[in-house]
């Protein structure tokens, strides 16, 4: 882990390194067993497409946490992350295969609340479209 950000080095409109996330059947299949979603929209194409879904999609908290995990990574610490907010506006199609799906995600500090807690806006996509909307966290800052 690296040390906690400290708040003088902070300031509205810094970039904080973007990820990409590659989502395959296997981690759905994973997440579910540590989550304990096994909604079959997940892991059953031919349900997931009985619904109406194109394919079988990401769980929405996988995709949630995944983004979340840029500001972890800038923050230092994961207990920095004081709320962390989300709207899913698309989902995440995983197609059966060794490729699976890539999630695209940035941030960018947005508004320094007071001396030391920061607002940092989430941009997470694939396949060219936002799938998280509102994606907001708040970070205590050292």
Not at 49 to 78: C, E, F, K, Q, Y
Not at 80 to 108: C, H, M, N, W, Y
Request: aromatic share 4%.
């Amino acid at each position: 882990m690296t040390a906690q950000v400290r708040a003088a080095d902070v300031a509205v409109g810094d970039e904080l390194s973007p990820a990409e996330y590659q989502v395959t059947r296997a981690d759905l299949i994973r997440y579910a067993g540590a989550s304990g979603d096994f909604n079959v929209i997940h892991w059953n194409e031919r349900v997931a497409t009985s619904v109406g879904l194109p394919n079988v999609i990401a769980h929405g908290m996988l995709t949630m946490a995944l983004a979340a995990r840029v500001v972890t990574d800038w923050a230092g610490d994961p207990g920095a992350v004081r709320e962390l907010g989300v709207r899913f506006t698309r989902p995440v199609i995983v197609p059966d295969d060794d490729q699976g799906a890539v999630i695209e995600v940035s941030a960018k500090v947005t508004e320094l609340l007071d001396a030391s807690r920061a607002r940092v806006t989430i941009t997470a996509s694939f396949g060219g479209q936002t799938v998280l909307g509102k994606a907001v966290a708040i970070v205590q800052l050292a």
